[in-house]
Structures are given as structure tokens and as C-alpha cells.
């Protein structure tokens, strides 16, 4: 039987964990974040967010270490929790990961159009008021066939694409950062709530951290590559990895927050839903720079969707593999050493899924926030019980609890209806078709004969 390829090194694991973690929401969606919470609500948002998931960082880190196994959430628990569970929470992270894959497909459209005003033409249909134009489509439509023959390719080509487009990226990000800094006004911060009165910062606070889970999720996406670590691979490198991943997308989030409030008065981005390169552009008088952050987001774009379609590929095939869905999830090309079924099945759902267009975006953030609470979930309270027992790893269980507690929190954020910024109808039907076509694959699955 073919396995998959063993040729990653910490640098790969620290550039899909950051590269899964960062997208373009950065600039597509400055003016719904500064909305919420106004620049230091945005800003105390995902720095909160970043130390508030430090101990589940942690947690994964030394279950990696521990249990190399591209299944992660499923294998962490298995033996731990019981079986149901352990398939519902790795399922749910499925969709934490295969979710962003059309939500990139449909941004690059989104993305293009700043620099190519043509592709807004040729409109298809209305969804939920959005148009879906014919061009951007196509370049979804495009954009998920190019990342699937990647992968198809092989970890070595979608691991070197991963490194040259994360440090292209954080290069320019350093370069219009500096300048932003260098020429804006503080003057533009104020106010820095985007809610008065009292209470008014922490709900400001509150309706950010509501979709941070969703924009940090990405560093624990290195488990899903563990079983393809070069030989020699040492496993305490999963951990720096993890750290180093969270610890950089969580600064990335607040300076871009700080910069782009700080060039241009952040109430007229709101009002204008001025995306970030706009911003940019009226504050330098610059469209050159304009582009210069639109070619910073294209690298963004397409290395968070790679990153994402393979932690979700691996993720299938650690569940097929179990014999919980369909097996030939688990299937490996003999030449490529991936998950071939694994990767045509998320690539048909990546492109049928962007069918719903510039609609998907917002929404999107928000389901991916419960699903990703769900997995951390698990994977904590996997390592409490796994630490209790002999033989099990070892380490101080403290931040395991509170990075249960926090997975929790997140999840009550999300399902409590008094709770600003709670679900949606629509999420939870979503939400619901999802789980729904997990149980529907797990009855379905081929049951082994008994001898």
C-alpha cells in the first residue's frame, strides 16, 4: 500500500500553520472588523484572542509530539473520549479547514476586481444581494483546479510553494507597514471604540473576538501533516512550529489593524467599506502602493487556501483511514504519495460551494469559529485524560483546562442566543447541513465483516 511522502521540515510545518492561519480577510474585511470594535476593539481582539489560545497551542504541540497522526482531533481522543464524539469533533474541524478553501476561491475574485475593474461584469445571478459575476468565477473556478494539480503533485511542491509565498508575503507586509507608521496620524485612531457609553469597549471586544477563532484557526493545522515529517524530524519541532505560527498571525492581525486605522480615519472606512489598499491609496495619493498590497493579499490568498486543502485533505484521509467515512478517503497515489480521493472530494466541494459568491464571506467566519471551538475542545480534554494515565505525555495540565475552558467559551459565544453576534438562522442551517452529511457518511461507511 502507498503511504504518503516524509520530506517536511520546521520551516514547512511554521509556513502551514501560518499560512493556513492567514488569508485576505485582512483586506476584504478591515471595515466589518473595525465595525465591531474600531481600532482598539479590532486590535485587543485578536491580541486577546492570540493569548487566550496560547494554552491550546500548547496542548497541541505535545499531542503532536505524542501521536504524529495526520487524523489529529480523531487520534488525540481516540481511547479518551468516547468514539462518537471523537468523530464529531474531527469532522467539525473538516469543515473549519475545507470551509476557508471556497471562502479563498470566491475572495480572489473579490481581490482582482480592485486592480481589474472589468471582471465585475457578465453577472450570472443574485444571491442574498450579492452579485456573482461570470470572470470572478471562472478565476475561482480556476484557482481551486491549480491548487488541487499542486497537490496532486505531491508535499514537496505544495511545501516549497507554501515557504516562497508566506515570506514573500510577511516581505511585503514589513515594507507598507513601516510606511504606514512612518506617514499616518494618530488623530485617526479616535475614537478607539467603535461602541460608546458603558460597556460600550468590551462589546466592542466582544463582537471581535466572536470571529478570531476563526482567523487564528490554522496554527493546530500542523498535526495534520505530522505523519509526513522528513526522516530525523525532531518531534519537539511540531511545538515551536504551533507557537511560532500563532504567535506571528496573532501580530499580524493587530499591526495591520493599528496601521490601516492609522493612515485613514477608520469611521470613513466603515462608512465607505474602503478595504485596506484603498485605504492606502487615498492616504499616500498612491495607486502603485495600492497594487503593491493587492499583490501582498493575491500571495496571501493562495497560500492560506493550499495550506487549508491540505490540513483538510490530511484530515480525511486520517479519518478514512479509520474506516469512519468511506476508506477510499484514505487512498494514496503511489507516485504522488497524497491522499488523491481526498483531494478531487474537496476540490468538487471547494467549487460547488463557490457558487454562492460574494455572499459566503462574512457569514463563513462565524461557522468556522464553532467548528474550530469544537476541535480544540476535544483535543484538550483528550490530553487531560490522556495525562492522567501512565504512560500518557507528560507536561502540567493547567493549560490544558483553561484551553478547554476557552474552546467552550468560544462555542457558547456562538450558540448562546443572548449573546451578541450569536448565530444566524443561516449559520445554523449551515451548520446543521453540515453535521448532517457527517452522519450521513459515518452510517454509510463499508462495515468490516465479522470473522
Known amino acids: 500500500m ?21 488569508g485576505v480577510g485582512w483586506l476584504v474585511l478591515m471595515d466589518d472588523w473595525l465595525g465591531r470594535g474600531g481600532p482598539a476593539g479590532a486590535a485587543l481582539g485578536f491580541l486577546i484572542g492570540g493569548l487566550l489560545l496560547a494554552p491550546i497551542a500548547v496542548t497541541y504541540g ?13 487520534a488525540y481522543a481516540e481511547g479518551a473520549l468516547p468514539p462518537g464524539a471523537s468523530f464529531g469533533a474531527a469532522w467539525a474541524m473538516v469543515l473549519a479547514y475545507a470551509i476557508v478553501c471556497p471562502w479563498e476561491a470566491v ?33 475561482g473556478l480556476l484557482l481551486t483546479l491549480a491548487i488541487a494539480v499542486l497537490n496532486l503533485n505531491g508535499i514537496k511542491p505544495s511545501g516549497l510553494f507554501q515557504d516562497v509565498m508566506t515570506f514573500a508575503l510577511l ?8 510606511l504606514g507608521f512612518a506617514h499616518g496620524n494618530p488623530a485617526n485612531w479616535r475614537p478607539a471604540f467603535a461602541r460608546e457609553g458603558t460597556g460600550g469597549a468590551a462589546l466592542s471586544i466582544l463582537l471581535v473576538l466572536q470571529v478570531v477563532p476563526y482567523f487564528l484557526t490554522g496554527f493546530e493545522s500542523v498535526g495534520k501533516g505530522s505523519e509526513e515529517a522528513r526522516a530525523g524530524f525532531d518531534p519537539r519541532g511540531f511545538g515551536r512550529a504551533i507557537l511560532l505560527a500563532l504567535g506571528i498571525g496573532a501580530a499580524f492581525y493587530v499591526t495591520i489593524v493599528a496601521v490601516v486605522s492609522y493612515v485613514f480615519p477608520w469611521r470613513e472606512i466603515v462608512a465607505g467599506h474602503i478595504g485596506t489598499e484603498k485605504a492606502f491609496e487615498r492616504a499616500f495619493s498612491s495607486a502603485p502602493l ?10 496571501s490568498l493562495v497560500k492560506i487556501m493550499n495550506g487549508n486543502f491540505v490540513a483538510g485533505t490530511r484530515l480525511l484521509f486520517g479519518i478514512g483511514k479509520r474506516g469512519l467515512v468511506h476508506p477510499s478517503l484514505a487512498r494514496v497515489g503511489s507516485r ?53 494515565r501512565a504512560g500518557g505525555p507528560k507536561g502540567p495540565r493547567a493549560l490544558a483546562a483553561i484551553g478547554a475552558v476557552v474552546a467552550a467559551l468560544i462555542i457558547a459565544m456562538k450558540v448562546i442566543p443572548s449573546v451578541p ?19 450521513a457518511l459515518y452510517v454509510a461507511r463499508p462495515r468490516r465483516s465479522r470473522a
Open 2 to 22: 502507498a503511504k504518503l511522502q516524509k520530506t517536511l521540515t520546521t520551516v514547512e510545518y511554521f509556513t502551514f500553520g501560518f499560512g493556513t492561519m492567514v
Open 62 to 74: 505535545r499531542l503532536v509530539r505524542e501521536v504524529p497522526d495526520a487524523g489529529a482531533e480523531i
Open 107 to 139: 475572495a480572489v475574485g473579490n481581490l482582482l476586481a480592485r486592480v481589474f475593474p472589468g471582471l465585475n461584469s457578465v453577472p450570472l445571478y443574485e444571491l442574498a444581494g450579492k452579485e456573482i459575476y461570470l470572470p470572478r468565477l471562472v478565476l
Open 171 to 178: 516581505a511585503i507586509f514589513v515594507l507598507f507597514t513601516a
Open 290 to 299: 495600492a497594487r503593491l498590497i493587492v499583490l501582498a493579499a493575491f500571495l
Open 336 to 388: 504522488s504519495g497524497t491522499p488523491t480521493v481526498a483531494i478531487v472530494a474537496l476540490a468538487v466541494f471547494t467549487a460547488l460551494a463557490s457558487l454562492l459568491g460574494d455572499a459566503l464571506l462574512v457569514p463563513v467566519s462565524e461557522v468556522g469559529s464553532l467548528a474550530a471551538g469544537v476541535g480544540w475542545l476535544s483535543a484538550c480534554a483528550a490530553y487531560l485524560v490522556r495525562s492522567s
Open 421 to 439: 453576534g450569536s448565530f444566524t438562522p443561516a449559520e445554523w442551517t449551515a451548520f446543521a447541513v453540515w453535521a448532517l452529511l457527517g452522519l
